[in-house]
């Protein structure tokens, strides 16, 4: 069955310079941001997030909350003989950003009716986004092996809190497992603007670290890289960059591009139950944004990619009277169940930095959608998500949106049936999958179920691009012996070079529907 095409021109619309960062950010998006301060990672549902650029934080919040809990008074006692011990959660819930939460646990160091907590040296560190409707509740609970009994919460008046030197705040407990007008527990609290806070207390919200990504071994690239610059001449020496010539920012800097660098990390989004992740990068000055889905890694990734079941994306396609096929659009029920985990953590933060869809034409947003492997499936939902709420938007408004979106992938596999990629090509004009002859994931599932989106792009010979070149079997890709390699980023950073070296030789030229 021949796959879905779009109408676009590609030899016109196909932009290296956009492929090289969007690149860069696929395979970044491997690395994991991990937590190092309390108060650094919110959750919305499954879904941590980790906000990492401090600007960001000022634009969203506007306060900061200092809490720490110290002792709780007569609480109910315990029906079981075994001497319970109490702990409480802290946990903050913004209504503005649509369901976003917080919650961390405190353990007391004494049992009783009347414990207390050890003093916390740095406290648990909330941003505020809106003193009137953020609520921080403090919820008690004691623990006797496997039983766990509610003792009651409360929840904190921000609005009585704000300018005020830190204080002891002693709150009757609420709710079912209370001794009600009895129990009470006691936090020290302290709210300020995030003006008046200090670079080391921002620090404890914005800070992050990551963790080595697992990459290919080996300096085929590099070798390849330097072998390749040479044998051209499409640059001296001395107008190479100051950085080694195997990154990705290099090549998008020989092209004239921007350089990925120049995308500052927003956020990071970790759902642990599905161990789906993304990165969400921006350039604020070029009112650029960027979504990077992390690929296979773990073995629940490998169980995604293995479901290949189908399901209708019915929350995806919205109400929009064009849809193609309407009930008859399926897709990957693995990658559907990825998407959806972060769906609305992400979204909620594309819309808070674009400020929505239908933004006046000075103030448009690109937005620019990525990932290798199964993060270019999850980026491909989310692309077509992203388009399905666009139009339902103008629909309602009248008027055209001026935020752009294009989805370039790396080793994508494919996510739907025909009428879903005829569907997003529909909607999408610039819809690109970066392939390799012989990478195995380009290949699967069957063809028989399920067809590619957009305009596969290789590079061909001497350097040439190709627009959907024909695919070799998986078969004949598995024969090959490089159906795993051609996989991989080391082969992919070899492809893309070679397409960087056709354009600043000059000599590139399209080679389309070959």
Request: proline content about 5%; some cysteine; overall charge negative.
């Amino acid at each position: 069955m021949a796959e879905p095409t779009s109408t676009i021109d590609p030899a016109r619309s196909f932009e290296l310079a956009v492929a090289v960062p969007l690149a860069s950010c696929s395979f970044t998006a491997y690395t994991c941001a991990v937590e190092d301060q309390p108060g650094q990672s919110y959750k919305t549902k499954d879904t941590a997030i980790s906000f990492l650029d401090r600007s960001f934080l000022f634009e969203t919040f506007n306060s900061l909350l200092d809490i720490r809990v110290l002792r709780a008074t007569k609480l109910r006692k315990p029906d079981i003989i075994i001497q319970p011990k109490a702990f409480a959660v802290v946990t903050t819930e913004w209504p503005s950003l649509h369901g976003c939460s917080s919650a961390r646990r405190f353990d007391s160091i004494t049992t009783g009716t009347d414990p207390v907590w050890a003093s916390q040296p740095t406290p648990l560190r909330i941003p505020i986004r809106d003193l009137e409707r953020d609520m921080v509740r403090v919820q008690l609970y004691d623990e006797a092996g496997w039983s766990v009994d509610d003792l009651g919460f409360a929840v904190l008046k921000l609005s009585d809190l704000i300018d005020k030197p830190e204080q002891e705040l002693t709150v009757n407990l609420e709710g079912l497992g209370a001794n009600k007008g009895v129990s009470t527990v006691t936090v020290s609290c302290r709210l300020r603007p995030l003006a008046q806070c200090t670079a080391e207390e921002l620090g404890s919200l914005a800070a992050w670290h990551t963790t080595n990504r697992a990459a290919p071994a080996g300096t085929e690239a590099t070798d390849g890289m330097v072998n390749y610059f040479s044998m051209w001449g499409a640059v001296s020496n001395n107008s190479m960059p100051a950085k080694n010539p195997d990154t990705w920012d290099n090549l998008g800097v020989l092209l004239g591009g921007e350089a990925a660098d120049m995308l500052v990390p927003v956020a990071f989004l970790d759902n642990g139950r599905t161990d789906t992740q993304v990165w969400i990068f921006r350039n604020v000055e070029k009112r650029k944004l960027v979504l990077a889905f992390r690929g296979t890694e773990k073995g629940t990734d490998w169980l995604t990619n293995i479901n290949i079941a189908t399901c209708k994306p019915t929350s995806l396609i919205g109400s929009r009277p064009d849809s193609v096929g309407g009930s008859q659009i399926l897709v990957h029920q693995g990658f559907f169940g990825a998407y959806m985990s972060v769906r609305k953590t992400c979204n909620v933060l594309v819309e808070i930095i674009t400020g929505g869809f239908g933004q006046p034409a000075n103030q448009a947003w690109r937005v620019q959608v990525t990932g290798h492997s199964l993060g270019g499936a999850l980026a491909t939902l989310s692309t077509y998500d992203l388009a399905s709420q666009k139009w339902d938007y103008e629909q309602k408004s009248k008027s055209p949106s001026a935020v752009s979106l294009m989805v370039y992938t790396f080793g994508c596999p494919r996510v739907g049936n025909s009428t879903f990629a005829t569907d997003l090509n529909s909607m999408v004009s610039s819809a690109w999958r970066i392939t390799n002859p012989m990478d195995c994931v380009t290949s699967v599932p069957m063809e028989c179920w399920f067809l590619h989106w957009g305009t596969a792009v290789q590079a061909g010979p001497n350097n040439n691009l190709m627009f959907d070149p024909q695919e070799a079997s998986l078969p004949q890709k598995i024969l090959s012996g490089a159906f795993i390699t051609d996989h991989m980023e080391l082969r992919y950073l070899e492809s893309i070079t070679k397409m960087v070296l056709g354009a600043l030789a000059g000599s590139t030229k399209i080679i389309s529907k070959v």
